[in-house]
C-alpha cells in the first residue's frame, strides 16, 4: 500500500548505502535513516502514539525534523507541522485546534514552549524536547538507548496523515487534512512537471513545515532516492556554498530568496554545473527579477509554481520555455492530476483578458478544513476550490495573478491589482522591495498606496516613482503616495502581510 512512510522503506530497500540525509556533519544513507526513523518510532509508541493520533512538531530545519516527519507516519499518526516562529498562544491555538496528542520541539522554540505550558498549554498533551532540555523528556537521548521492537502501523492510503494549518494572513489558520493518497499525487505531479530523478541531491533552505518544501519536495525526493540537504535557515552565501560543495541539481525557494541569491558577489564565479532546475513559488515574482535570473544562471531550467496549501499544495505552473516567454506571468496549465478555471462573480468562466478568481479541482486537494466543516462548504463548491486569488486570463493561454480578491483596490470605480502595481515599481533600480495597500478617500472610494524599501543610500519621492511606472501601468493604476520603510513584513513562505500592513500606514499621511 503507498503511504508517505512505505516510500521511506521501500527506497532504504533499494538504495540502502545511498547517502539519504546530510544536516551540517549529520550524514545518513538510507538505511542509518531508516533504522533512526524505528527508533524514534519506537518511542513515541512508547509514549502512548498511536494511528490517528495528532502529532505536532515545532522545530526548525534540522535532520531531526525529517526523521520525526516519517516516525510520525510510520506510528500512522496525522503529521501537525507548526510554525517555529508561533508565539506562545499561537502555539497554544494549533495544539488546540487539532486535538494533538503530543508536541514534539527543538531548542530554539523551546522558550515558547515553556511559556506556553506555563500558561496552560493541554495537560494531557505529551511535550518531548528533540535535544536534552531541562523539564522535558529527550526523544533523541531515549532514541539512541532504545533497544524494542520495530513498531509500524498498519496504514492505508485513504489514512489522514497530515493536518497543514493555512497562514492565517486574513484571520486564524485553518487546518486543511489530507491523506496519504492525496499527498503521494502531489510527489508524482512534481516528479511529471520538474523532472526529479533518481540520485537528485535536493536543498532544503525554505522552511520544512510548510507545505511546499514539506510536500512538494521531502515527500517525493525520498520517492526516489534522492539525498536531502538541509540548512537550518537562508543565508545567500551558505546556499551558494552548498550549491556548489554538494553538487546540489534541485532548488525550491520563495522570490525573495533567488532575488538575495543573485546579489552573491561571485556567483557568476562559482561552479554550478550540476545545477539543473529552480523551482520558485509561494508568492509572486516580478519579471524584472525573473529576466535577471534567466541571465544570470543560463544553464538552470526555472520552474514556476503557483498554488496553495489548500490543493495539496497544488494549483498551476509554468515549464522553463513558459518561464522565458512570459516572464511576467503566474502559469499556463494546471499541475498533473488538477484543472484550473478563472470564473467572474456568477461562476461563469471569463473570457481571455478579463480577471476574475482561479478555481481548482483535483486529486490533490485536501479532504475539508479539520473540524470546520462550514469554512470547508464555502470553501469548496460542487467540488472546485475557491481559492480567494485573482487571475487574468490572456489571450496566449497564460494566467497571471493580479491580487487575492480581498485585497483589490477600487479607485475612482476601477478595479486595481495590486500585483501590476507592484510590478512595475519593482522594474525601478532603487527598489528592494515593495507592496501596495489601499487607503479610505473621500472622493475616489480607495486611494493606491505604494509601501517601499529603498536600496542603502537611495533617495526617491512619489512624482519621481509615477513618472517611471507612467511608462508601465496606466494613469489610473499610478500610486497615490509612497511610504519609504525599512522592511516588509512578510509570513514565512514569502507573501507579503498586508493586514500588517493597513494597520500601520493605511490611516497614516504620506
Keep these: 500500500m503507498a503511504t508517505i512512510g512505505a516510500t521511506l522503506r521501500s527506497t532504504a530497500k533499494r538504495v540502502p548505502d545511498r547517502e539519504a540525509l546530510v544536516f551540517g556533519d549529520h ?47 510510520r506510528l500512522g499518526a496525522i503529521f501537525v507541522p507548526v510554525n517555529p516562529g508561533s508565539a506562545a498562544p499561537e502555539l497554544d491555538y494549533l495544539v488546540r485546534d487539532s486535538d494533538a496528542a503530543a508536541l514534539v520541539f527543538d531548542a530554539a522554540v523551546a522558550p515558547t514552549v515553556r511559556k506556553a505550558v ?16 531541562d523539564g522535558f523528556p529527550d526523544l533523541f537521548a531515549s532514541a539512541a538507548a532504545y533497544d524494542g521492537p520495530v513498531v509500524e502501523a498498519a496504514v492505508e492510503e485513504t489514512d489522514d496523515a497530515q493536518i497543514l494549518y493555512t497562514s492565517g494572513t486574513t484571520g486564524s ?19 511529471a512537471t520538474a523532472g526529479l530523478r533518481d540520485g537528485d541531491r535536493l536543498l532544503h533552505v525554505a522552511p520544512l513545515y ?58 557568476a564565479q562559482r561552479d554550478l554545473s550540476t545545477w539543473r532546475t529552480a523551482i520558485y513559488g509561494a508568492a509572486p515574482m516580478p519579471a524584472s527579477a525573473v529576466e535577471q535570473l534567466l541571465a544570470a544562471l543560463p544553464q538552470v531550467q526555472f520552474m514556476q509554481a503557483c498554488g496553495q496549501t489548500e490543493a495539496g499544495p497544488g494549483g498551476i505552473f509554468a515549464n522553463h520555455a513558459q518561464v522565458c516567454e512570459r ?49 470547508t462548504a464555502d470553501a469548496i463548491r460542487d467540488g472546485w476550490l475557491h481559492t480567494g486569488d485573482l487571475a487574468r486570463l490572456d489571450a496566449d493561454g497564460y494566467m497571471t495573478l493580479v491580487d487575492r480578491l480581498k485585497d483589490m483596490i477600487i479607485t475612482g470605480g476601477r478595479n486595481v491589482y495590486s500585483v501590476e502595481v507592484e510590478n512595475a515599481i519593482a522594474a525601478h533600480p532603487d527598489i528592494l522591495d515593495v507592496a ?29 516613482l509615477r513618472e517611471f511606472c507612467a511608462e508601465r501601468i496606466a494613469a489610473y493604476k499610478l500610486p497615490h503616495d509612497l511610504v519609504i520603510t525599512e522592511q516588509i513584513p512578510r509570513n514565512p513562505s514569502g507573501k507579503i502581510l498586508k493586514r500588517t500592513l493597513r494597520e500601520r500606514f493605511a490611516a497614516v499621511s504620506s
Design 327 to 375: 516572464p511576467d506571468a503566474s502559469g499556463r496549465q494546471a499541475l498533473p492530476m488538477m484543472e484550473c478555471r478563472i470564473v467572474d462573480l456568477d461562476g461563469n468562466d471569463v473570457q481571455p483578458g478579463e480577471v476574475g478568481e482561479l478555481l481548482l479541482r483535483g486529486e490533490t486537494l485536501m479532504k475539508g478544513y479539520w473540524n470546520k466543516p462550514e469554512a
Design 27 to 73: 550524514r545518513y544513507t538510507y538505511a542509518e535513516l531508516d533504522a533512526q526513523v524505528d527508533r524514534v518510532a519506537g518511542v513515541l509508541a512508547a509514549q502512548g502514539i498511536r494511528k490517528g493520533d495528532r502529532l505536532a512538531l515545532m522545530a526548525t530545519n534540522s535532520d531531526r525534523f525529517v526523521i520525526v516527519f516519517y516516525a510520525a507516519h
Design 173 to 191: 489558520p485553518k487546518g486543511a487534512l489530507f491523506d496519504h493518497h492525496r499527498e503521494l499525487w502531489v510527489g508524482m505531479g512534481v516528479m
Design 118 to 133: 506555563e500558561n496552560g498549554l493541554a495537560e494531557t498533551l505529551r511535550t518531548l524536547a528533540m535535544s536534552e532540555i
Design 436 to 464: 501596495i495597500i489601499a487607503r479610505q478617500h473621500a472622493e475616489y472610494g480607495e486611494s493606491i498606496v505604494a509601501i517601499a524599501v529603498l536600496k542603502e543610500g537611495a533617495a526617491l519621492d512619489l512624482d519621481a
Design 210 to 267: 510548510h507545505a511546499a518544501e514539506l510536500c512538494m519536495l521531502i515527500i517525493p525526493g525520498t520517492m526516489v532516492g534522492a539525498t536531502h540537504i538541509v540548512q537550518s535557515g537562508f543565508d545567500p552565501m551558505k546556499v551558494a556554498d552548498a550549491l556548489e560543495r554538494e553538487r546540489i541539481t534541485l532548488l525550491f525557494g520563495v522570490p525573495t530568496m533567488y532575488q538575495f541569491l543573485l546579489r552573491v558577489p561571485d556567483l
